[in-house]
């Protein structure tokens, strides 16, 4: 009896067995398909990286700019004809340092441009100087030329007030009044003079800032009750308020979350319809999703010891994303410093 059972289940162990041999050869036979189809796209790609080595770059259509832009600019100053920003050999200290040296860049009408480069490359530096922000830094010096719309803003008769509502600023830190959220908008525009229909402009520089709807039925409450990323967006509102027609933007996510962060640019593709826009980021994805232009900057070691912060190369951003002119561009835009 005792006999009987063992040996049924020494068999049926042994059918157990066999069907786990059978399941592990099955196995070792996908595995080796895979490892088969696996050689065989790491050889293609081989191949097409070799073709494309050899053949000129195409640029990849940005997501969100389905036209070309019909640009190619380095360094220029002349290639772009309808430039709403332009600086001329400008030169920035800060004390005797100079802080960002050369840069002539011309800023086109109706377009984001992103500015990149490691810190310290003299980024906020230059983007300051387009609404005469770095006024307010005592030591702040700069030499040569910077015009808006053809005028040179540093100019005896310009009204540096005036000129910074034309050419709104958007920092990193998000930064509304401590007042209402109504209030923070109608605030900048009553104090420049609007007497229009303040409710309506409101509204619809809510609306354009994409904040209207989370905000609407709250309007008489604190700016500060709001998230991170809807201050933000309500500092861009406040910023829209007065009727610019460029905003600077410096790191204008960098507090922010990756939703939030995602909700500022694609305002940013929709306010770039009406306004020019100059946004510094670290984020290199940002400057390729956003950007129809980018200007890369790197700063070098000064005789002194110190650093100044130069202009490297400005281009179409797929141009500087994927077949920049210069070797510490593409050393930078892939990662391997800064
Ligand atoms: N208010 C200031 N006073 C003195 N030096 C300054 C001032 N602001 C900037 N600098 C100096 O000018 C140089 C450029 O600074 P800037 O802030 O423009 O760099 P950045 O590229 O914006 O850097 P980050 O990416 O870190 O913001 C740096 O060497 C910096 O130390
Ligand atoms: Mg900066």
Same mark, same amino acid.
């Given at each position: 009896m005792l006999v009987d059972v063992l040996a049924k289940f020494s068999y049926q162990l042994s059918v157990i067995s066999y069907q786990l041999s059978v399941i592990s050869y099955q196995l070792s036979v996908i595995s080796y398909q895979l490892s088969v189809i696996s050689y065989q796209l790491s050889v293609i790609s081989y191949q097409l990286s070799v073709i494309s080595f050899f053949l000129p770059s195409f640029p990849l259509p940005s997501p969100f700019s389905p036209t070309p832009i019909p640009l190619k600019i380095m *360094?220029?100053?002349? /290639?772009?004809?309808?430039?709403v920003l332009r600086t001329k050999n400008l030169n920035v200290y800060y004390g005797s340092n100079l802080?960002?040296?050369d840069v002539n860049l011309d800023i086109p009408e109706k377009q984001a441009i992103a500015f990149i480069g490691p810190?310290?490359?003299?980024k906020s530096t230059v983007l300051r100087c387009f609404n005469r922000m770095?006024?307010?830094?005592?030591?702040a010096k700069i030499e040569g030329k910077v015009t808006f719309r053809g005028q040179d803003? *540093?100019?005896?008769? /310009?009204n540096p007030v005036g000129l910074r509502s034309r050419i709104g600023m958007v920092f990193q830190k998000p930064n509304p009044f401590p007042k209402s959220i109504y209030e923070n908008i109608a605030f900048g525009a009553r104090l420049n003079g609007y007497t229009g229909d303040m409710d309506q402009l409101v509204e619809e520089s809510l609306k354009k800032a994409v904040l209207w709807d989370d905000v609407k039925d709250k309007l008489?409450?604190?700016?500060?009750?709001?998230s991170g990323g809807q201050q933000q967006r309500l500092c861009i509102a406040r910023a829209i308020a007065v009727k610019p027609e460029v905003i600077l933007m410096d790191?204008?996510?960098?507090?922010?979350d990756p939703i939030s962060t995602l909700k500022i640019e694609e305002l940013i593709h929709e306010l770039k319809t009406q306004y020019t826009i100059v946004i510094v980021t670290h984020n290199m994805q940002q400057a390729s999703r956003v950007s129809d232009l980018t200007a890369f900057y790197n700063a070098e070691p000064t005789p002194k010891g110190g650093k100044v912060g130069y202009l490297v190369e400005y281009d179409r951003t797929e141009a500087i994303f994927?077949?920049?002119?210069?070797e510490s561009t593409k050393d930078y835009v892939s990662g391997r410093f800064g």
């Open positions: *360094y220029s100053t002349d /290639v772009v004809t309808d430039a802080a960002v040296r810190s310290g490359c003299g770095n006024d307010l830094v005592k030591s803003i *540093y100019g005896n008769s /310009v008489k409450e604190s700016g500060l009750a709001l790191e204008p996510c960098a507090a922010l994927q077949n920049p002119a210069q």
